[in-house]
């Protein structure tokens, strides 16, 4: 399994990270992709990069909840931290707490997709309350290799789809799929499972039955077993091919 986003950088992490690494490698994970948030994380997710080369694997970009007036500084900044990367992360758009600088978290969006647009490199979407800017946006820049994950998807299935027409974008599907109110169940439903890839999102949003705990990456199989159970598979088919479109995207052949 590839865990395709995990803040393993995080302080929650200080005290035991080389157990959890030894606990995700005994569960079944190969990869962790560690995306950037910005500068105040810098440090501590290259030094977790530097302890665990190989598995752990790093995302740069600036996180939309980061944006503010002064967000110029944080984008240069983030600009500098690309050698090395295997993808523009996280990006996006976060509506949730406020939109006071939707304006620029759209500014800062599109620039760093234009990075990867000059680095072929695939995009990790966030994406909160904000459907309609993202999808436009998505429109604005779109070219012919975009890609990415949209990561612990929130919205439709039809707005999946509607991203889906300006690039080729993967369902990052996380520790919510286990919650017993989740809408998610439906909208995975509708989706095929080429277009699904796994992610914890630790330390945030654990899958039951350790909601409201520290999440990490061990419990990718959790979401995997939610996951098979939901589109009726095996967990071993849902762990095959999400593994799969993760590794395609990641490393694999330019999209055509
Ligand atoms: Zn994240």
């Given at each position: 399994?590839?865990?395709?986003?995990?803040?393993?950088?995080?302080?929650?992490?200080?005290?035991?990270?080389?157990?959890?690494?030894?606990?995700?490698?005994?569960?079944?994970?190969?990869?962790?992709?560690?995306?950037?948030?910005?500068?105040?994380?810098?440090?501590?997710?290259?030094?977790?990069?530097?302890?665990?080369?190989?598995?752990?694997?790093?995302?740069?970009?600036?996180?939309?909840?980061?944006?503010?007036?002064?967000?110029?500084?944080?984008?240069?900044?983030?600009?500098?931290?690309?050698?090395?990367?295997?993808?523009?992360?996280?990006?996006?758009?976060?509506?949730?707490?406020?939109?006071e600088?939707?304006?620029?978290?759209?500014?800062?969006?599109?620039?760093?997709?234009?990075?990867?647009?000059?680095l072929?490199?695939?995009?990790?979407?966030?994406?909160?309350?904000?459907?309609?800017?993202?999808?436009?946006?998505?429109?604005?820049?779109?070219?012919?290799?975009?890609?990415?994950?949209?990561?612990?998807?929130?919205?439709?299935?039809?707005?999946?789809?509607?991203?889906?027409?300006?690039?080729?974008?993967?369902?990052?599907?996380?520790?919510?799929?286990?919650?017993?109110?989740?809408?998610?169940?439906?909208?995975?439903?509708?989706?095929?499972?080429?277009?699904?890839?796994?992610?914890?999102?630790?330390?945030?949003?654990?899958?039951?039955?350790?909601?409201?705990?520290?999440?990490?990456?061990?419990?990718?199989?959790?979401i995997?077993?939610?996951?098979a159970?939901?589109?009726?598979?095996?967990?071993?088919?849902?762990?095959?091919?999400?593994?799969?479109?993760?590794?395609?995207?990641?490393?694999?052949?330019?999209n055509?």
């Amino acid at each position: 399994m590839i865990d395709t986003h995990v803040h393993l950088y995080d302080q929650a992490f200080d005290t035991d990270r080389e157990l959890v690494v030894v606990r995700a490698k005994k569960a079944g994970v190969s990869h962790c992709i560690l995306p950037a948030i910005d500068k105040s994380t810098f440090q501590a997710q290259k030094e977790c990069l530097e302890l665990y080369p190989g598995f752990c694997l790093k995302a740069s970009g600036l996180h939309p909840t980061s944006v503010d007036r002064d967000y110029r500084q944080e984008l240069d900044f983030a600009r500098c931290t690309l050698e090395g990367a295997i993808a523009i992360g996280e990006v996006g758009l976060d509506a949730y707490w406020s939109r006071e600088y939707m304006d620029e978290q759209i500014l800062v969006l599109e620039e760093q997709i234009q990075w990867a647009r000059e680095l072929d490199l695939p995009l990790i979407i966030h994406s909160r309350s904000s459907f309609a800017e993202l999808l436009a946006t998505l429109k604005k820049c779109t070219y012919p290799h975009m890609r990415g994950i949209l990561h612990a998807w929130s919205g439709s299935a039809g707005v999946f789809r509607e991203a889906n027409r300006y690039g080729h974008f993967l369902m990052g599907i996380g520790g919510v799929i286990t919650y017993r109110n989740a809408r998610l169940a439906g909208v995975v439903k509708e989706i095929d499972l080429t277009e699904i890839v796994l992610e914890t999102d630790a330390p945030w949003l654990s899958p039951v039955p350790f909601r409201g705990q520290r999440n990490e990456s061990a419990y990718l199989e959790h979401i995997a077993r939610e996951l098979a159970q939901v589109r009726d598979v095996s967990p071993e088919k849902v762990i095959e091919q999400t593994t799969q479109n993760a590794l395609s995207l990641f490393f694999g052949e330019k999209n055509e």
